[in-house]
């Protein structure tokens, strides 16, 4: 593994017990200019897990807490007119920070949820006319109970579709919750955490995945995967933007793995983070169900 990678799992294991596949995954999410969507029950630590990496990249952090009565303004802020100087003056929302916790997303009304749809893709916001510029880098984790549970409203596939993965946190192992529910000490870690990929890193870290090489027949392997899903009843076809995901995604488990080419086992080790959500038929389906269907594709399609 890539060393600045390993400093960065280790670390992030001190107060995020027993995930390192999970970290792994979410930092390549990161790395790859995406947005992460984890789906799991509630108390299994999303939260922690959220500030983990937003202190340990050293990114300004907002915790959006998703109600059914929460509403666009209160994600993207105002615009509040001073008599004084006969203008308008903008009181930014939360939105306007590096790190974004959308907590909960699936349990704000639709119309809130769609106000972070220009956020996610083109990094800026509209209000009030005017388009205003996030901040870089810009990372949503957002965070949604499962379907089933009462109070949610399904995520339309447009909004699933701007998730570059999904995964899911899972209850710790048996030793990792001894320790949870006996002892504070991962809480206090949390605290104690140190900044472990700094800027000019970061910025290293993207040309050297920018640089990672791709060959043809790869390529065709994940063309393949999107043809295969098109046509199968059992699917909802992956769009364009799950192909691209893909391949961003494989060069940069590649970097992670300390390569500078892609191989189909990257793509397989990806894949069920990247496609599960998209091939879902219907919403009320859970997080193993969609896996089953993302594993079912990879039974279709073969590598050559």
């Known amino acids: 593994m ?34 992460l969507l984890i789906e799991d029950v509630p108390g299994v630590g999303k939260t922690t897990f959220a500030k983990t990496m937003a202190k340990l990249l050293d990114l300004s952090f907002s915790r959006i807490q998703f109600t059914n009565d929460l509403m666009p303004s209160d994600l993207l802020g105002l615009q509040i007119y001073d008599p004084k100087n006969s203008q308008f003056n903008l009181i ?16 704000g009304t639709p119309k809130t949820q769609s106000a972070l749809l220009e956020a996610m893709e083109e990094q800026q916001v509209t209000l009030d006319g005017k388009t205003l510029i996030l901040p870089t880098p810009f990372f949503v984790l957002a965070t949604q109970n499962p379907r089933s549970q009462i109070g949610t409203n399904p995520l339309p596939e447009s909004q699933l579709d701007r998730f570059m993965m ?73 769009s364009p933007r799950a192909g691209r995901d893909i391949i961003k995604a494989a060069k940069t488990w590649a970097f992670i793995e300390g390569r500078n080419f892609v191989l189909p086992d990257d793509v397989q080790t990806i894949l069920p983070s990247v496609i599960s959500h998209r091939l879902a038929p219907f919403q009320t389906q859970t997080h193993e169900e969609d896996l089953e269907l993302t594993k079912s594709l990879l039974k279709i399609t073969n590598v050559d």
């Open 2 to 35: 890539n060393p600045i990678i390993n400093n960065f799992i280790e670390s992030a294991q001190t107060s995020v017990l027993g995930k390192k596949n999970e970290l792994k995954l979410a930092l390549c999410c990161f790395l790859s200019e995406g947005h």
């Open 92 to 107: 930014p929302g939360p939105i306007f920070n590096q790190f974004i916790l959308a907590d909960e997303l699936n349990r």
């Open 166 to 238: 999904k995964i899911k946190i899972g209850y710790p192992d048996k030793l990792f919750e001894k320790k949870l529910i006996s002892e504070s000490l991962h809480i206090n870690n949390l605290l104690e955490l140190k900044q472990a990929i700094n800027t000019n890193e970061l910025k290293s870290i993207k040309n050297e995945i920018n640089n990672i090489s791709v060959s043809e027949k790869l390529l065709d392997y994940v063309l393949s995967l999107l043809e295969n899903s098109r046509i199968q009843n059992s699917f909802q076809g992956l």
